[in-house]
């Protein structure tokens, strides 16, 4: 029974998670971000607003975007696991052009989502700020990667970070991200 109660507790927390996470985006596709409330999300979830806390301690913005453990072991795998011969950027611009408003074929449910976070100030601004929390993560990759452990890795590791706010919004954004890589592989030749 020892092993077995983790994994059950585990799995109740995550589909916890779920339902508050699918029932949000459901009620925020259906009405507006902004004109839903936790305590809707909550219900719909059928849990109380202090679980909707416990579980997305970030409210709202947290339950579409998540949080950033995830995006900053994504972007390191992304670095870590390239491919000989492949670039430390060019594995970033890869990695990110499988998400949000980059990615060439989403599924239209991720599609709606995607178009949803570029659309709501709020969401917006927490996506910004998950990728900019990576910054110490990327910076630490990409030194050990490239054995340059300067102020231009950090300076690399911020500019990346930002390029998904900045790109996401424009009217191609996949046009947009390779035009900022262009700019970034001119600026850090050896990365």
């Known amino acids: 029974m020892g092993q077995t109660e983790p994994g059950r507790r585990e799995r109740k927390k995550a589909a916890t998670r779920q339902a508050l996470s699918g029932a949000a985006r459901d009620l925020f596709?259906?009405?507006?971000?902004?004109?839903?409330?936790?305590?809707?999300?909550?219900d719909a979830a059928d849990t109380a607003v202090s679980t909707l806390f416990a579980h997305f301690p970030g409210g709202k913005?947290?339950?579409v975007l998540g949080h950033g453990r995830e995006?900053?072991?994504?972007?390191a795998a992304a670095?870590?696991?390239?491919?000989?011969g492949v670039s430390i950027l060019r594995a970033l611009q890869d990695f990110l052009?499988?998400?949000?408003?980059?990615?060439?074929?989403?599924?239209?449910?991720a599609r709606r989502v995607a178009d949803l976070v570029v659309a709501t100030p709020a969401l917006r601004a927490y996506?910004?700020?998950?990728?900019t929390g990576c910054e110490d993560a990327l910076t630490k990759v990409v030194a050990e990667q490239s054995g340059r452990d300067d102020f231009s890795?950090?300076?690399?590791?911020?500019?990346v970070l930002e390029v998904p706010d900045l790109a996401g919004v424009e009217p191609d954004p996949a046009?947009?991200?390779d035009a900022a890589f262009v700019f970034l592989r001119r600026g850090w030749p050896g990365f």
């Open 97 to 109: 052009a499988t998400r949000g408003p980059f990615d060439p074929d989403p599924d239209p449910l």
């Open 153 to 159: 890795v950090r300076l690399l590791a911020r500019y």
């Open 29 to 42: 596709l259906a009405r507006g971000f902004d004109n839903v409330t936790v305590a809707e999300i909550a």
């Open 175 to 177: 046009a947009a991200l």
């Open 127 to 131: 996506a910004r700020t998950l990728w």
């Open 61 to 63: 913005e947290a339950l």
């Open 71 to 75: 995006r900053e072991a994504a972007l």
């Open 79 to 84: 670095v870590r696991t390239r491919a000989e």
